[in-house]
């Protein structure tokens, strides 16, 4: 049964009548920064972001180069300190976290859902510019001196350390508002805006997993809110909300501030697992294996996520009783991730696979984040984590899922949607070559760190003794690699914006929504209201046969 | 149909309806104010944390707390509610100016909770129940009455300043309903509004007796 | 428009129950002392006021079920989130903290 399309005018033909895109429709940097358009409000946060990961990465790159030699190599202690401090904040708060829900999720979901903008495109820009102050304060606080709290910020240092603490806590409140906000609108538009004749059951994957964020996001970040509060209390005013001296305790710190950062961590790998989700089906041209499983293990994640904090804690003087309970509940949220890459190896089996570089980022996403998959089950066991807790070896671990996992999909979404934004063609080779590159990088910075961490070598370390150094070696050249590589991978896509031959509507032959649109869309995405009713992974039916029953 | 020149009226693009616009409004706020049960959420597991380490103290804590003003404010909280949700009926019974003086009532009770956690705030100082490390009540030297001093001033504290914000809003809104801003038709941005100022009340009402009563 | 359930005159018959139950609740928490049990009939007779303003000032009837469901998640996050921070600390099974006057400085130098 189709419902009919509510606008009666014929759709407008392609060519000079067809409306502009929405990067031509207005002009003038005013049209840009007091913009309601969820596409242009994506393209900034994407030049933001990609800003933040430069930053996050020069940090990173500070710190391996220190750690080239056993004791000092070209900084002090403390500017290490301030380092690795720096590069956790910058890269949790200011670049992951963001990262695919601002950029994709802002451009790409009202798309998929076959609205015209999100509910509240206003909320949108606000939460842009709320981005930008909390951008802005953080950094502030880094050329003031930075802290050297690490970006976990424990008392009883948080509370002694002279470093300047509060501008740094206080940026990342404001960036925790503008996660919010963004979180609001994201979840009333999912409700609210979907086209008619779309149900729950047929929406696309990337949607649940942004919707699924949305919620960790909405959720999770109070607490958050919270425990910057507080420590920024103790800190600035001496309160001693956590001091024992005056009966306080610090572990409830820890508490308050897991209860919200690892909740974070799905926030950082879910609308990862939707990109992939999307990327799959498009390059195998196969329906998902399953799409329930898919859609209800992110609301999996998302839940259960909430319940496994304390593993964090197992050696910080919680009892033994909780942390049995946590560790207990830390293995059931492995099984939803565990589900999501069997059905996507599952969807690949005789579907018609076309090669390409986000199919390439998808096989290095399934290699990494399997990996750091298990080990984050190894780390999950009360007894091994004794052994491993504060070592290297969870540094490995969460930038096997960090890197490995959000990152690879971050830029397997940068190349699977950069037709749609921009209307122009990579050059595939080239994007080949970065992505072999990438993985390249990444393998050989963080592979030897589990070895490092087996071995006992402390993370946040300054100095190490001298038996640790020919890997801690092999990882910094790896991190220079890395480095180098996504450089040329951005560079590529820098080119192509100007240079790229032009992208047809639908370069992939996906069935997606985002898809039936031109490339890059106009500004209210659709001629008219779009009739979605059937599936967005049914490759029964052409494209043609798709933009006629969309009545696109 | 609402007047033409009523600016709440304009459709967004978005929107196919004033309706969905109108009920897309009232999720999202709804969605907000779970996010502020959260927020709160961290305190009361301090709290609740803290009281188990030092039950006895709390309780004396309790005792030695200013029930007088934490009660007369549980009245005064709820009775703003009322007012708020009245002014909401109003407006769908046509009646915008009556809205207007509820509104401006419910504002004027929010002020006068402020002013009497003032005066309790000030009564606490004078008796040295500061929070943390600023504690120096010689009546009760325990470092449970500390921690719970310590968690009054943080909640209470928290609390005040989204009252603070509510008397805010709702002095906006008075002026707005007064200006015909709200019809029969078109006010979810009113609603909105109140359901702030009633999770105010729901949050006191649970601090009322974590911090006063036993 | 959609329908509304609740009338200004519920409104305030919920109003004189939420007056009725706050004055119980002083009664009870300054004349009975049960110890633990305290605080659990005053949350209780908290959480039926806070059904009262959520179904009859806040008008939660109307509203779709996602608004409702959105609370109940919260709620339930929040008792998540006390219970296993509260059942840590009650679980330690060290001595507790002897309740002494502490110096007015404090044990860390600035």
Redesign the interface.
């Known amino acids: 049964m189709t419902a009919a399309p ?1 606008e009666t005018a014929p759709p407008l033909p392609d060519g000079p009548e067809s409306e502009p895109s929405y990067l031509a429709v207005e002009s003038g940097l005013w049209s840009w920064l007091n913009t309601r358009d969820h596409k242009r409000i994506a393209l900034m946060f994407y030049v933001t972001v990609l800003g933040t990961f430069l930053l996050g990465g020069t940090f990173a790159l500070a710190l391996r180069t220190e750690l080239l030699t056993p004791r000092r190599t070209i900084m002090d202690a403390m500017t290490y300190n301030r380092m690795f401090t720096l590069h956790g904040v910058t890269m949790v708060w200011l670049f992951l976290i963001p990262s695919i829900p601002t950029v994709f999720g802002n451009f790409i979901l ?1 798309i998929q859902l076959g ?7 206003k909320l949108n820009l606000v939460s842009f510019y709320m981005f930008l102050l909390g951008l802005a304060t953080t950094v502030g606080g880094m050329l003031a001196g930075g802290t050297d709290t690490g970006w976990t910020f424990y008392p ?1 240092y948080s ?2 350390t002279p470093t300047r603490l509060v501008p740094v806590l206080l940026g990342i409140f404001i960036l925790g508002i503008s996660t ?1 906000l963004t ?3 994201f ?2 538009t999912t ?3 979907r086209a008619r004749g779309m149900r729950w059951s047929q929406i696309p994957l990337f949607v649940w997993t942004i919707y699924g964020t949305s ?1 960790i996001m ?6 958050l ?3 910057l509060l ?1 420590v920024g ?2 800190h600035g005013l ?4 956590f ?7 610090p ?2 710190f820890e ?2 501030f897991w ?1 919200y950062s690892h909740p974070a961590v799905y926030i950082m790998i879910l609308p990862a697992m939707g990109v992939i989700s999307e990327v799959v089906p498009t390059f195998a041209h196969r329906r998902p294996a399953s799409y329930t499983a898919i859609a209800a293990s992110t609301l999996g994640i998302a839940f259960v996520g ?2 496994t904090w ?1 593993h964090h804690m197992f050696v910080a ?3 033994t ?2 942390a049995g ?2 560790g207990i509940l830390s293995m059931f949220v492995a099984i939803f991730s565990a589900i999501k890459v069997f059905t996507w190896t599952a969807t690949l089996y005789k579907g018609q696979i076309v090669f390409s570089t986000p199919l390439l980022y998808f096989f290095a996403f399934l290699f990494l984040f399997v990996f750091g998959g298990m080990t984050g089950v190894a780390v999950a066991t009360q007894s091994l984590d004794v052994h491993w807790h504060d070592t290297y070896f969870v540094v490995a671990h969460f930038h096997f899922i960090m890197v490995g996992g959000s990152v690879t999909a971050f830029l397997a979404a940068a190349h699977y949607w950069f037709p749609k934004m921009f209307g122009r063609m990579y050059s595939e080779r080239v994007g080949l070559l970065s992505a072999s590159a990438v993985f390249l990088g990444f393998v050989l910075t963080f592979l030897p760190q589990f070895l490092l961490g087996n071995m006992g070598m402390p993370r946040r370390y300054y100095s190490y003794p001298a038996q640790f150094q020919w890997l801690h070696v092999l990882s910094t050249g790896g991190a220079y690699l890395l480095a180098g590589a996504l450089l040329l991978t951005f560079t590529n896509l820098a080119l192509a914006l100007k240079w790229g031959e032009k992208a047809p509507a639908n370069p992939w032959g996906s069935r997606s929504f985002e898809w039936l649109t031109p490339s890059p869309p106009p500004k ?1 995405n659709f001629r008219g ?1 779009p009739n979605l009713d059937y599936s967005p992974y049914d490759y029964t039916m052409t494209d043609e046969e798709a933009h006629a029953r969309a009545g696109q | 149909m609402p007047a033409p020149d009523n600016e709440l009226a304009t459709l967004g693009d978005q929107y196919d309806s004033l309706e969905t616009q109108e009920r897309s409004l009232e999720l999202g706020m709804w969605i907000f104010l779970a996010t502020e049960i959260l927020l709160f959420a961290a305190l009361f597991a301090l709290y609740a944390s803290y009281r188990s380490m030092y039950l006895a103290d709390f309780k004396a804590g309790i005792e030695h707390n200013t029930l007088a003003f934490g009660t007369v404010n549980m009245y005064v909280l709820l009775t703003s509610s009322l007012l708020a949700a009245l002014s909401v009926s109003a407006v769908r019974a046509d009646r915008p100016r009556t809205a207007s003086w509820l509104l401006g009532g419910t504002a004027l009770l929010g002020a006068a909770f402020l002013a009497i956690k003032l005066c309790e705030y000030w009564r606490h100082w004078q008796e040295g129940s500061l929070p943390g490390r600023y504690y120096h009540d010689r009546e009760l030297p325990t470092f449970g009455a500390n921690r719970f001093f310590t968690m009054y001033w943080v909640m209470t504290g928290l609390h005040a300043l989204h009252v603070t914000a509510g008397v805010g809003v709702v002095t906006w809104m008075a002026v707005r309903a007064r200006r015909g801003f709200y019809t029969r038709a078109v006010h979810a941005r009113l609603v909105i509004g109140t359901l702030y100022w009633h999770l105010v009340d729901v949050i006191w009402i649970f601090l009322w007796p974590l911090l006063y009563l036993s | 428009m959609w329908a509304t359930h609740v009338r200004a005159v519920h409104r305030v018959w919920a109003y004189l129950a939420l007056l009725a139950l706050a004055t119980l609740s002083l009664l009870l928490g300054t004349q009975l002392h049960w110890y633990w049990a305290d605080v659990a009939i005053s949350l209780s007779i908290a959480a039926v006021k806070t059904y009262l303003v959520l179904w009859f000032f806040m008008d939660l009837a109307d509203q779709p079920f996602q608004a409702r469901l959105a609370v109940l998640v919260a709620v339930t996050l929040l008792a998540l989130l006390v219970s296993l921070t509260v059942a840590d600390v009650a679980t330690r099974r060290v001595m507790p903290m002897k309740s002494t006057p502490e110096p007015s400085e404090g044990f860390y130098q600035r």
Request: proline residues 8%; negative net charge.
């Open positions: 509510t009202p609205a015209k903008d999100l509910a509240f495109p009883p509370d002694l919010i979180g609001v609108n979840v009333a409700h609210m805006l919620i909405l959720l999770a970040t109070p607490v809110g919270m425990s507080l209390l103790d001496g309160l001693g909300i001091d024992p001296a005056v009966g306080g305790d572990v409830l508490h308050i209860f909430f319940f304390g003087g919680i009892s009783y909780d309970v946590f209210h209201a």
